[in-house]
């Protein structure tokens, strides 16, 4: 028997969720109306004109082909970081799991580059792979690579790419982590026992009980690429070169900041609200159903 | 009142607290970093030690961009500091802002202080006055894009240390032998739009834009992708390839890669000057830009690049007096001869430029004056007088990112500076709009 506590008062449970609700709507809904709001207007940098133009800002953005390229870009860098960050911290894992002997030294250095701000991360890995004086290129020009991603879109992309992956991978490591701890020992050791190897224990029963885990982490990295690379990119590529790090949310950054362009920064990130609440939508009806819980 | 509350969180409420008279405070928000930062406090401090009704209190703002993003949001919010440094590309968005800027020579005459603005060198005022001739923002910080050689690299390659090349033809002789004599970097350039592409159309007497560079209008339109222009961006992708010149970012990156020595030539900011002197291992020149030979009446002369200080509106008379009086402390020839003394920034009057060079500032110190006569070259024709283009931050960036393209062998240069013009005519006719 299920057992249920219930409020007797009729307003008590308002009164408590209030503060909750109010914060909610003064810091996400309300700014999210305004930008809405924006996204049809014509202003002037200062704010002293402002005219109601209907949706020709979204027409404008649709007929611009570097902003269609930009959702390519934003698509190619979002897969690259959720894939590459799950993976790589999915490995890292599952080997800390199997470490006995200093097994706390190795998740502490695992889990620190969590504490890093994004723009540091970024500053951090342009100096190592800065065009003249980086490391890393010089070690790359030993080996006969040129390495300038100050004009190569591909490297600057890279770049941005492993500064991103970097970051998120001490987040995606403790909540594998936790999901491999709490897998019961006696389902791996029984499919020992039937002669399954280290490869195939993880496969066929490990990685589908870790997928509820892997499902979160999906969804929390695409958001992640999607939204908090941007000081990355900031500190880094700043977009370029010739656009080939312009991932969108970078793009309303530029235009409405830096180019006090409101109107074309607010049908952006109207834009950009409606990709991802589709994508998350899509993640839960479809993809949440495969997942073993 | 909010002003008091703002000065006193800002300047420390124990410099105040001290103070028994009721000075006028004037914020000045600033993007000066560095050296740069502490002569704009040297001279907020010489101002205020000059009298005992004002009390300028220089703020730093950030960046260029981030200063002007600070001031448009305190506007905004009904509160904007009383002088604002704005880079010379928002020129164009401050002026369409009528109802939030005070156009100098308009609070000049309303203060009644005298002001001529004859006195300031043609090529730095002609950049921020409007078509009636009225200086609208005081000329603070300006540079121009100079050429810079290491003399050594050329005395290893074969090449005489003396003659830096003059023209693009010279150029890529000298370039050819560098490379020969084993030079990793030959050439690199801070500002690829505005050297390449800005200082290159007045340095050869051509159009960046239509109605004046954007003088006469805000109908203008960009000519950027004239067969000359596609030439010279077409002539760099060549020595691109070539491996003599290599693409260093949009700002100023490739200065230390001059001074380190990686690069022996370099285009970039005159402002440079005194960061390539202080770091640099080896005797280079400062010399006027390259030119190409086959365009006519070439070299014109080059515009300025750097900043102005805007007035903003709402403050009180008594305010934009104080704003005034510090206006003409800083034209004053002594301060501004030691400005550009030890910024090198060129001096924004014809006296501070006498007083400099009569004390024989350019004998001992051979290239500063560079820049002040690649300014003064021929005197400024429509094209060369500057430019004014709206929204100019996101259209520089357009055409930055299409030279990009070309300079990483992904475009011609005849398809990138035709989209180049394309994407940024669109901009402009954006900001048309929205500035009806």
Sequence with gaps: ???????????????????????????????????????????????????????????????DAHYLKSFRI??????????LGIAISLLLATMADRVVRGALAYKTLLIWPYAVAPAVAGVLWAFLFAPSVGIITYALKQIGIEWNWVLQGDQAMLLVVIAAVWKQI??????????????????????????????????????????????????????????????????????????????LVYKVYYDGVKAADLGGSSAQSAILMAIVIALTVVQFRFIERKVQY | MRIKLLAAALAGAGLLAGNAHAQTEIQWWHSMTG???????????????????????????????????????????????????????????????????????????????????????????????????????????????????????????????????????????????????????????GWPSWVHVENFSAWHNLPIGTRENGFGGMD????????????????????????WFTYSGRRNEAEAKFFSGECSMLTSSSAAQANIRRNAKFEFSVNFLPYNDEIKGAPQNSIIG???????????????????????????????????????????????????????????????????????YKAPTENSKGLRFGNFVQGREVIEEEMEAVFAGKKDAKAAMDDAVRRANDILRKFEAANK
């Design chain 1, 170 to 247: 001490s987040y995606n490591f403790l909540f594998f982590l936790a999901g491999l701890q709490s897998i019961p020992r006696s389902l791996v050791e029984a499919a020992a026992i039937d002669g399954a190897g280290p490869a195939r224990r993880f496969w066929t029963v490990v990685f589908p009980l870790l997928s509820p885990t892997t499902f979160f982490l999906l969804v929390v990295n695409i958001v992640y690429a999607f939204f908090d690379t941007f000081g990355v990119i900031d500190a880094t590529t700043q977009g370029g070169p010739a656009g080939a790090t312009q991932i």
């Design chain 2, 220 to 243: 203008t339109v960009f000519t950027v992708n004239s067969p000359q222009h596609v030439a010279h961006v077409a002539m760099l992708a060549d020595f691109a390839k070539k491996g």
């Design chain 2, 306 to 376: 750097g900043a102005t200080l805007w007035v903003m509106s709402g403050k009180k008379p008594d305010e934009y007096k104080g704003v005034t009086k510090l206006f003409s402390f800083l034209s004053s020839p002594d301060v501004q001869a030691g400005w550009h003394q030890s910024t090198g920034y060129v001096p924004i009057t014809n006296a501070a430029y006498e007083l400099t060079r009569k004390a024989g500032y350019y004998e001992r110190n051979p290239g500063t004056d560079v820049a002040i006569r690649q300014l003064n």
């Design chain 2, 35 to 189: 050296a740069l930062g502490d002569k704009v406090n040297e001279i907020a401090n010489g101002f205020n030690a000059s009298q005992k009704e004002y009390k300028v209190v220089p703020v730093f703002k950030g960046s260029y961009p981030e200063s002007m993003t600070a001031a448009i949001a305190a506007f905004r919010a009904g509160n904007p500091p009383h002088i604002l440094q704005v880079f010379e590309v928002g020129t164009a968005t401050m002026m369409a802002a009528k109802g939030a800027i005070k156009p100098v020579y308009q609070m000049m005459k309303d203060a009644g202080e005298p002001f001529d603005p004859r006195n300031y060198l043609a090529a730095v005022a002609g950049y921020y006055t409007d078509p009636k001739g009225n200086l609208l923002s005081m000329p603070f910080n300006s540079s121009t894009s100079v050429f810079y050689v290491n003399k050594d690299a050329f005395k290893k390659a074969g090449l005489d240390p003396e003659k830096a090349p003059r023209t693009w033809k010279d150029f890529a002789a000298a370039a050819g032998k560098l490379k020969a004599a084993g030079q990793a970097c030959v050439y690199t350039t």
């Design chain 1, 1 to 63: 028997m299920e057992k249920r506590v219930v409020f007797r008062s009729a307003w008590l449970p308002f009164a408590l969720v209030a503060p909750q609700i109010a914060v909610t709507i003064i810091f996400f809904f309300w700014p999210a109306a305004q930008a809405i709001w924006f996204s049809f207007q014509l202003q002037d940098a200062f704010g002293l004109k402002t005219q109601f133009v209907g949706a020709a800002n979204f027409l404008a953005l649709l007929q």
């Design chain 1, 74 to 83: 934003t698509a190619l860098f979002s897969i690259l970081v959720a894939f």
